[in-house]
T-cell receptor, first 114, second 116 residues
Framework: AQKVTQAQTEISVVEKEDVTLDCVYE???????LFWYKQPPSGELVFLIR??????QNEISGRYSWNFQKSTSSFNFTITASQVVDSAVYFC???????????FGEGTQLTVNP | DTGVSQNPRHKITKRGQNVTFRCDPI?????LYWYRQTLGQGPEFLTY????????KSRLLSDRFSAERPKGSFSTLEIQRTEQGDSAMYLC??????????????FGPGTRLTVL
C-alpha cells in the first residue's frame, strides 16, 4: 500500500518569506515517482514537478526548489521569497513506476499575506 | 485551448437522480483518469483508461458508478441513484504514453457535484 502524508494542514506567511512544505511517503516499491501539484482557488490542479526514485538530486526552478531524500522518504518543497500569487493548496503525490494511479496527500493550504 | 476540458462545471441534483459527466482529454493523450476530491482532501483515484480499455478501477467505484471511453477519445462518468455522499469534485486527467519516465497527468477544471 502507498501513502503520502502532508502533516502541515495550513501555513500562513508574509510576502517575501521563504516557506517549506513537507511531504513524507510510504511505499514498498523500490522504484516510483513523486510529484507536486498546485491547486489555486480556481480549482484546477497544476503540475509542478516530477521526480523519479533513482534521482536524488535537488532541483531548483526559479523561486521553487525540491529536496528529495530517499533515506527519510521525504520530498519537501521550498518557495523562496513567497508572493501572494503562491497562495494555493499544494499536493504531494506518489506513483508506482509500473502503475497508473496517483496517490495524493491531503494537501497543504498556503496563504501568503501582503 | 488544448487542455483537458470537463462538462458541466457544476451540477446540482436531487438524491436518487442519475448524472453524467464528460471529459475531453488533451488530443494526443491516450491515457485518461478519473479522480474524486472531497472538501479538504486530496484527489482519490477512481479509474483509468488506456485508449478505450478500462484497465484499473478503484474500490471507491461502487456499482452505481460507471465510466466509458467508447472511441478512445472523450470519456463519460455516470453516477446512478446519487447519494449525498457523492457530493464532491470529479476530476479528469490525461497523460501521454510517450513520456515513459513519468507520464505526467494533466488535470481538467473538474465537475463539482452537489447532491441535495
Amino acid at each position: 500500500a502507498q501513502k503520502v502524508t502532508q502533516a502541515q494542514t495550513e501555513i500562513s506567511v508574509v510576502e517575501k518569506e521563504d516557506v517549506t512544505l513537507d511531504c513524507v511517503y510510504e511505499t514498498r516499491d523500490t522504484t516510483y515517482y513523486l510529484f507536486w501539484y498546485k491547486q489555486p482557488p480556481s480549482g484546477e490542479l497544476v503540475f509542478l514537478i516530477r521526480r523519479n526514485s533513482f534521482d536524488e538530486q535537488n532541483e531548483i526552478s526559479g523561486r521553487y526548489s525540491w529536496n528529495f531524500q530517499k533515506s527519510t522518504s521525504s520530498f519537501n518543497f521550498t518557495i523562496t521569497a513567497s508572493q501572494v500569487v503562491d497562495s494555493a493548496v499544494y499536493f504531494c503525490a506518489l506513483r508506482q513506476t509500473s502503475g497508473s494511479r496517483l496517490t495524493f496527500g491531503e494537501g497543504t493550504q498556503l496563504t501568503v499575506n501582503p | 485551448d488544448t487542455g483537458v476540458s470537463q462538462n458541466p462545471r457544476h451540477k446540482i441534483t436531487k438524491r436518487g437522480q442519475n448524472v453524467t459527466f464528460r471529459c475531453d482529454p488533451i488530443s494526443e493523450h491516450n491515457r485518461l483518469y478519473w479522480y474524486r476530491q472531497t472538501l479538504g482532501q486530496g484527489p482519490e483515484f477512481l479509474t483509468y483508461f488506456q485508449n478505450e480499455a478500462q484497465l484499473e478501477k478503484s474500490r471507491l467505484l461502487s456499482d452505481r458508478f460507471s465510466a466509458e471511453r467508447p472511441k478512445g477519445s472523450f470519456s463519460t462518468l455516470e453516477i446512478q441513484r446519487t447519494e449525498q455522499g457523492d457530493s464532491a469534485m470529479y476530476l479528469c486527467a490525461s497523460s501521454s504514453q510517450g513520456d515513459v519516465q513519468g507520464w505526467e497527468q494533466f488535470f481538467g477544471p473538474g465537475t463539482r457535484l452537489t447532491v441535495l
